[in-house]
T-cell receptor
Framework: EDQVTQSPEALRLQEGESSSLNCSYTVSGLRGLFWYRQDPGKGPEFLFTLYSAGEEKEKERLKATLTKKESFLHITAPKPEDSATYLCAVQGNGGSNYKLTFGKGTLLTVNP | EAQVTQNPRYLITVTGKKLTVTCSQNMNHEYMSWYRQDPGLGLRQIYY???????DKGDVPEGYKVSRKEKRNFPLILESPSPNQTSLYFC????????????????FGPGTRLLVL
């Protein structure tokens, strides 16, 4: 069964203090790894899709990377508006339902 | 604006009173899915639909029904709600996952918070 573990569960940063969030996964054939951002009371908002080991994608202060076992979401010089829960999900080739298997998320708080 | 909408956004009900949560998307997506989000458990798939009239169970289907009579709509039905169905529900949609080898992005609705007393 596909599994996703995110760490840390919560991270508190000062504005401008760069850091990384980790997503470890096991999947029977990776179809894709997704990063979403979720604000309180809202639905997950798509950030990135990564397909294969070695791939990197960037968007503003965020950069996602992928290896065969884990993905990192690097946050460079974060701002308070980056505060949110960041969710990692995988889609494997093992089933026919194309479901996303989610981790429990990392709650990021950026203090001004 | 491309979006997934859900109604109602908040609902308080009592045990056994049938309810329906609607989901609609305007992106002409073939694939639609329902998830529930619970503290400490993350998001889990309830049901999914590959296209009109094609639905199947996800990981936690007990106590739920769905239908897909039109491409844009995918309602979630709780015929006899129980307190353990108190949760935050999300509908998601994407282009057909069978179109290409690469995964299609699933776009999520704003969520429906359900409390069953």
């Amino acid at each position: 069964e596909d599994q996703v573990t995110q760490s840390p569960e919560a991270l508190r940063l000062q504005e401008g203090e760069s850091s990384s969030l980790n997503c470890s996964y096991t999947v029977s054939g990776l179809r894709g790894l997704f990063w979403y951002r979720q604000d309180p009371g809202k639905g997950p908002e798509f950030l990135f899709t990564l397909y294969s080991a070695g791939e990197e994608k960037e968007k503003e202060r965020l950069k996602a990377t992928l290896t065969k076992k884990e993905s990192f979401l690097h946050i460079t010089a974060p701002k308070p508006e980056d505060s949110a829960t960041y969710l990692c999900a995988v889609q494997g080739n093992g089933g026919s339902n194309y479901k996303l298997t989610f981790g429990k998320g990392t709650l990021l708080t950026v203090n001004p | 604006e491309a979006q997934v909408t859900q109604n109602p956004r908040y609902l308080i009900t009592v045990t056994g009173k049938k309810l329906t949560v609607t989901c609609s998307q305007n992106m002409n997506h073939e694939y639609m899915s329902w998830y529930r989000q619970d503290p400490g458990l993350g998001l889990r798939q309830i049901y999914y639909s590959m296209n009109v009239e094609v639905t199947d169970k996800g990981d936690v289907p007990e106590g739920y029904k769905v239908s897909r009579k039109e491409k844009r709509n995918f309602p979630l039905i709780l015929e006899s709600p129980s307190p353990n169905q108190t949760s935050l529900y999300f509908c998601a949609s994407s282009l057909s996952p069978e179109r290409t080898m690469n995964p299609e992005t699933q776009y999520f609705g704003p969520g429906t918070r359900l409390l069953v007393l």
